[in-house]
C-alpha cells in the first residue's frame, strides 16, 4: 500500500491527496499503538537521515531524532554554518552529495524554493521541517490529534487565531480536505497566500466543507470543536514587526472569555511554542480543554510515519 511513497519528498499537504493523507494518519495511528505497547518498530535499521535546521526548533528537531532512533537508524544534524552552503556552495551541488550519503533530509528554512531545490537535487526524500509556505508534518500532527480527541473529521469547525502563516496555511488545507469548516480569524491586512487558499478552496468544495478568512473572532469562535493559537510574530521573517504585530493581534488572544464562545467540549490546540499573555494564556494552555501535551507527543509518532513510509527500500 505504501509504495506509491517511496522516495517522496513530504513538502507540503498542498502535494499530497486526502486518500494519501489518510493512509499517513493511519500509519501514523498504527506507530503509536506500537510505541505505547512496547512493540519494536525498527524497519529503518541501519539508515541514515541528515537534518539541517536554519531556524530554532525544540519539537520538530528533537522529535525527528526520537523518531529516527526508535525506527532503528541514525540522525544527524548538520548545522548550517559548517556546511559549505554557508560558503556559498550551490545548494544544487551540496544537494547531490547529500543524497549521496544519507537516506533522506529534514529541512528547516526560509522559503519554500529553499526545499524544493533540494528535492529537484534528490533521489532520496527531503522532509520539509517548516517553511514559510508550509509545516507539514504539524499539519499531519494536528490531523491525527484531532482524530484522536474527536473521533472524527467530518462537520467540525476549526477556528484558529494566530499568525497567518506556515502552521495556519497546512491547518486549512488538512481542515478543508477532511470536510472541517476553517474560520482564519486575524485582523485587517494579515492574509494567507493566495496559493494555499485556492487549493484550500479546491478541497473544500469537494468535501463540502467552509474556509474562511474573518476579522470576526467571535464568529470564528462561535460553535468551534477547536480552537487553534499560534504565535503572532513567527521565527526569523516578521519578528521585527513584534510590537506593531502584538497591538494588532491582542483583540484575537485565545483566553479564557474566547474558550467560553466555542463549544462546551472544544479542545485547545498549538502548535507550540506559545507565548502566555499574547496569542493565548497561562489558564487556557494548563487548562482541562487543553491538548498541547498530547499534540506534541503526536509530533514524534507523525514523523516516523514520513519516514517509514518515504525511505527508499
Ligand atoms: N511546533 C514546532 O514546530 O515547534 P518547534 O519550533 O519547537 O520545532
Ligand atoms: N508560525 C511559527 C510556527 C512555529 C512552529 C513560526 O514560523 O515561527
Not at 539508515?47 to 537508524?73: C, D, P, V, Y
Not at 521573517?237 to 483583540?251: A, C, L, S, W
Not at 467540549?265 to 487543553?290: K, N, W
Request: glycine residues 8%; contains cysteine; proline residues 3%.
Amino acid at each position: 500500500m505504501r509504495d506509491k511513497f517511496r522516495g517522496r519528498d513530504y513538502l507540503g499537504l498542498k502535494d499530497f491527496t486526502k486518500e494519501e493523507m489518510n493512509e499517513l494518519i493511519e500509519l501514523t495511528q498504527d506507530l503509536k499503538r506500537k510505541w505505547v505497547m512496547g512493540e519494536p518498530h525498527a524497519y529503518l535499521r541501519d539508515r541514515s537521515f541528515g537534518m539541517i535546521f536554519e531556524k530554532k526548533s525544540t519539537r520538530t528537531r528533537n522529535s525527528f531524532h526520537a523518531a529516527a532512533t526508535a525506527l532503528g537508524a541514525q540522525s544527524f544534524y548538520l548545522r548550517p554554518d559548517e556546511l559549505q552552503t554557508s560558503r556559498g556552495e550551490p545548494i544544487k551541488d551540496t544537494a547531490r552529495i547529500i543524497d549521496r550519503y544519507f537516506d533522506g533530509l529534514y529541512i528547516r528554512t526560509f522559503g519554500h524554493e529553499i526545499v524544493e531545490e533540494f528535492a529537484q537535487y534528490m533521489k532520496n526524500p527531503v522532509i520539509n521541517a517548516l517553511t514559510a509556505l508550509e509545516h507539514p508534518c504539524q499539519g499531519l500532527t494536528d490531523l491525527v490529534t484531532i482524530k484522536e480527541k474527536k473521533g472524527d473529521f467530518k462537520g467540525l469547525k476549526v477556528c484558529y487565531a494566530g499568525d497567518v502563516y506556515n502552521v495556519c496555511h497546512s491547518l486549512m488545507i488538512g481542515s478543508a480536505m477532511f470536510g472541517m469548516d476553517i474560520y482564519v480569524a486575524a485582523p485587517k491586512g494579515y492574509d494567507p497566500d493566495p496559493e494555499i487558499l485556492r487549493v484550500a478552496n479546491e478541497h473544500a468544495a469537494v468535501s463540502g466543507s467552509k474556509v474562511i478568512v474573518t476579522q470576526d473572532f467571535d464568529a470564528a469562535l462561535k460553535d468551534a470543536d477547536v480552537v487553534y493559537g499560534n504565535t503572532w510574530h513567527s521565527m526569523g521573517e516578521n519578528e521585527e514587526q513584534k510590537e506593531q504585530r502584538i497591538k494588532d493581534f491582542m483583540p484575537y488572544q485565545i483566553n479564557k472569555q474566547a474558550m467560553e464562545k466555542a463549544r462546551k467540549d472544544a479542545i485547545f490546540m498549538h502548535c507550540l511554542p506559545g507565548y502566555r499573555g499574547e496569542d493565548m494564556t497561562d489558564e487556557v494552555i494548563e487548562g482541562s480543554q487543553s491538548a498541547v501535551w498530547d499534540q506534541g507527543e503526536n509530533r514524534m509518532h507523525t514523523v516516523k510515519a514520513v519516514l517509514v513510509a518515504t525511505t527508499i527500500k
